[in-house]
């Protein structure tokens, strides 16, 4: 069987990881889970080996449609109902895996690809899938046992996913270095993922070279124009070489992409009391807060309202009284 996997979806923990701020978790992990984005493998809709019945073969090629498609628990009857035909067969069992994966059973999903593999250690696909599982799980040290197996398969066929997906692990490891080798590795491989060349310009922001971050994240827009969180990590770095208005000019543009994006408002909202524009600060800083009363960006922006309040954020001297 031939089996040619694609890129599922990989962009879904992208905000939720920048939208937190925070330097560890800002990585795209992917596929539906944490912060973003692990690249797995969605098996081609090509039929089973010739001696399966008929019948398995039409619910699988039923079942990874619907998988392509989003529809899991559709998926998930019509790969059940070849397992229930085809006991054997590792690459329904591959599919079973990934259709517990976009339902967020884990669990389920690393026995399924565990599965699969010993049916058929050479299901590379598979592999790589139950890498990203570990990732999620934050076994990294697993994650890369998994990565280096698929890249010594000659015949692995999208080996920047494993390069990718390497890069979020080392990361994740505090091996920033390491990480920029294999996102590097991967860029050679597909020099178009936005993924890859956001989550570069991240790990040289890491590092404090702002010129290769920036660099990065505008190489990421001239592909993604409307891509916010590139605009936002620009103006942060920006902000941070108290270049003001230019980094205003950014989180504005991504607040403009976005208007409910919070991490933008923000942002602005410390800069604009910063830079004594204090009554356009604090309405900035007051949306956040409403916004989101009882999470991480809501505490924030009131933490700032209270500093501002007591006139320590705009670097009033307080006034001794006698």
């Not at 992208?14 to 330097?23: F, T, W």
């Not at 990203?132 to 990294?140: A, C, D, V």
């Amino acid at each position: 069987m031939v089996r040619r996997p694609v890129v599922t979806r990989a962009e879904h923990d992208l905000a939720h990881a920048v939208n937190r701020g925070s330097a560890r978790t800002v990585m795209v992990l992917g596929v539906l889970f944490v912060a973003g984005f692990c690249l797995g493998c969605v098996p081609q809709k090509n039929p089973p080996p010739t001696n399966v019945k008929k019948e398995v073969e039409f619910y699988y090629g039923a079942g990874i449609t619907y998988l392509r498609e989003g529809k899991t628990p559709q998926a998930v009857k019509e790969l059940m109902r070849a397992q229930a035909l085809s006991k054997d067969n590792a690459d329904v069992e591959h599919a079973m895996g990934l259709a517990y994966q976009q339902k967020g059973l884990y669990d389920q999903a690393l026995q399924q690809y565990k599965k699969a593999l010993k049916l058929d250690p050479k299901l590379t696909e598979a592999r790589n899938n139950l890498g990203t599982i570990y990732l999620i799980k934050s076994k990294y040290d697993e994650a890369i046992a998994q990565f280096d197996e698929c890249l010594k398969d000659p015949t692995y066929a999208t080996p920047e996913k494993a390069q990718y997906n390497l890069g979020i692990a080392y990361f994740h490891k505090n091996d920033v270095d390491k990480a920029i080798q294999h996102y590097e590795r991967a860029l050679l491989l597909d020099g178009s993922n936005i993924n890859t060349i956001y989550n570069l310009g991240f790990c040289f922001e890491t590092k404090k070279d702002y010129e290769k971050a920036l660099n990065f994240y505008r190489k990421a827009l001239d592909i993604r124009p409307r891509f916010k969180d590139a605009y936002l990590r620009i103006g942060i770095i920006l902000k941070e070489q108290k270049k003001y208005p230019q980094a205003l000019e950014a989180f504005r543009k991504a607040a403009k992409i976005d208007p409910d994006y919070l991490p933008a408002h923000l942002q602005m909202g410390m800069l604009l009391t910063r830079t004594g524009k204090v009554a356009a600060g604090l309405r900035k800083l007051e949306l956040v807060a409403k916004a989101d009363p009882t999470g991480i960006l809501g505490e924030k922006a009131k933490e700032k309202i209270k500093e501002i309040k007591r006139d320590r954020f705009r670097g009033i001297p307080r006034v001794k009284r006698n």
